[in-house]
C-alpha cells in the first residue's frame, strides 16, 4: 500500500534493521524498543488490522507467529521468556496500520499490561 509505513519499508523506501525476511513474512527491528530485544513480525502483504484475519490467510496468519517463535529461539528467548503481542485499532495501542506482532525479551514483563 502506497503510504504504509510498514509497506515503505519492505520496499526499502525506509532504513530498518531486517532480522528475517522470506516471500511471506518479514521481521526488523522496532525503532524505539521496549525490552533488549524487540522486533516486529509483519506479512508481507499488507493487512491493516488483525480483524482482516480469517479463513482465507489462516496460514500467513500462523506463519508469523512460527516465524516470531524461531526468532525468539534463534535469539535464546525460548527458556526465559518473552512475550508476542499484536494490537488490534487504536484503543488496543495500534499506530501503525500494517499487521504486526510485538516479538520483545531480555526482560521481565507485567501483566496485566496498561
Ligand atoms: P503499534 O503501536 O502496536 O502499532 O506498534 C508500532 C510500532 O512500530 C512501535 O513499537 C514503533 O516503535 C514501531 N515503529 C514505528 N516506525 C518505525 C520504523 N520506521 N522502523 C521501525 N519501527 C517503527
Ligand atoms: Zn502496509
Redesign the pocket.
Known amino acids: 500500500m502506497k503510504d504504509c ?1 510498514f509497506c515503505r ?1 519492505l520496499r526499502r523506501e ?1 532504513p ?1 534493521k531486517f532480522i528475517y525476511q522470506d516471500d511471506e513474512v518479514s521481521a ?5 524498543p ?1 525490552a533488549p530485544t ?1 522486533c ?1 513480525v509483519i506479512p508481507n502483504l499488507h493487512l491493516s488490522t488483525l480483524n482482516e484475519i480469517d479463513d482465507g490467510n489462516r496460514a500467513l496468519a500462523g506463519k508469523l507467529i512460527s516465524v516470531a517463535v524461531q526468532i525468539a529461539k534463534d535469539k535464546g528467548l525460548a527458556e526465559k521468556g518473552y512475550r508476542l503481542v ?2 488490534c485499532q487504536a484503543a488496543a ?4 496500520f500494517h499487521v ?1 506482532f ?1 516479538l520483545m525479551g531480555g526482560r521481565s514483563f507485567d501483566w496485566p499490561p496498561g
Open positions: 509505513l519499508i525506509i530498518a526488523f527491528a522496532d525503532m524505539n521496549q524487540h516486529l499484536a494490537n495501542g495500534q499506530s501503525v504486526h510485538h
